[in-house]
């Protein structure tokens, strides 16, 4: 994982275009998803759309994943891998985790959703995860800390009783995947890295209605699961940090 550092002009440049390019998949993803689809046919969709847009998909081959998309369903948190036997049904919560390469620098998003009607309990999970991130996100400028968000993402989510996982975590992303330094979603106001304008990072609220925790499911060895099996939701965007503010690039 290599050092966190400011991206060049140029590389911002080309990282707004691909973050819209990532906005625009992902929307298209969301608006194909019925009740009855595999998750499999769902990756078509999306790799299709990257080859149409000439951009690669960032986790096809990632370490040996399969899929141009994590798809997580219901208990899945992160990293599903799509499958033909994998349907999506009416009242189920949907998450979608991508990422694509432009010209050698990559952009990642998250975004959960539910199928037709869904509970009141995931509902608010869903929105209340998407709202964390605004909540940290709103403390970041050029130095600021990384627990500074860490703590508005916790506090603001620790009232609600939800599990914030712990195991995984935001990252710097530009030139690599997953690029220093780790930002996880809960900590101390004033503590761990001081971020900088210029710089780019992966922020994203991982959150179940239980359990911390979470295992590798044995069936796939990708698709990771809270050991209470309760609900998760994830949002995530690529931001670039400013001087004032920060600035989402995985946006329309």
Same mark, same amino acid.
């Given at each position: 994982m290599s050092q966190p550092r400011p991206k060049t002009e140029d590389q911002i440049r080309t990282m707004r275009t691909g973050g819209k390019i990532l906005a625009e998949g992902l929307?298209?993803? @969301?608006?194909? %998803?019925?009740?009855g689809i595999s998750t499999a046919e769902v990756d078509v969709y999306i790799r299709e759309f990257f080859d149409s847009k000439g951009v690669i998909p960032a986790f096809l081959g990632y370490y040996g994943f399969t899929g141009a998309v994590c798809i997580s369903v219901n208990e899945e948190l992160i990293h599903g891998?799509?499958? @033909?036997? &994998? =349907? %999506?049904a009416e009242g189920d919560i949907v998450s979608l985790d991508c990422g694509l390469i432009l010209d050698g620098l990559y952009l990642d998003s998250a975004r959960s959703f539910g199928v037709g009607e869904i509970s009141e309990d995931a509902r608010l999970l869903v929105e209340r995860t998407k709202k964390s991130f605004f909540k940290g996100v709103s403390v970041l400028r050029d130095g600021a800390m990384t627990g500074d968000y860490g703590y508005a993402v916790e506090s603001y989510l620790s009232q609600f009783g939800y599990g914030i996982v712990r195991d995984y975590a935001g990252h710097g992303i530009g030139t690599e995947l997953h690029e220093a330094p780790n930002i996880p979603n809960y900590g101390a106001k004033g503590t761990?890295?001081?971020?900088?304008a210029g710089m &780019? %990072? #992966? $922020?994203?609220?991982?959150?179940?209605?239980? #359990?911390? @925790? +979470?295992?590798? *499911?044995?069936? *796939?060895?990708?698709?990771? =699961?809270?050991? *209470?099996?309760?609900?998760? #939701?994830?949002?995530?965007?690529? =931001? $670039? %940090?400013?001087?004032? +503010?920060? @600035?989402? $690039? &995985?946006?329309?």
């Open positions: 929307l298209m993803m @969301e608006e194909k %998803i019925t009740p891998v799509p499958k @033909e036997d &994998t =349907i %999506i761990g890295v001081q971020l900088q &780019t %990072i #992966a $922020l994203e609220p991982m959150v179940t209605l239980g #359990a911390e @925790e +979470g295992y590798v *499911d044995e069936s *796939d060895d990708w698709t990771v =699961i809270p050991v *209470d099996h309760s609900l998760a #939701a994830h949002y995530e965007h690529t =931001i $670039l %940090i400013t001087k004032k +503010g920060v @600035e989402l $690039l &995985t946006q329309l």
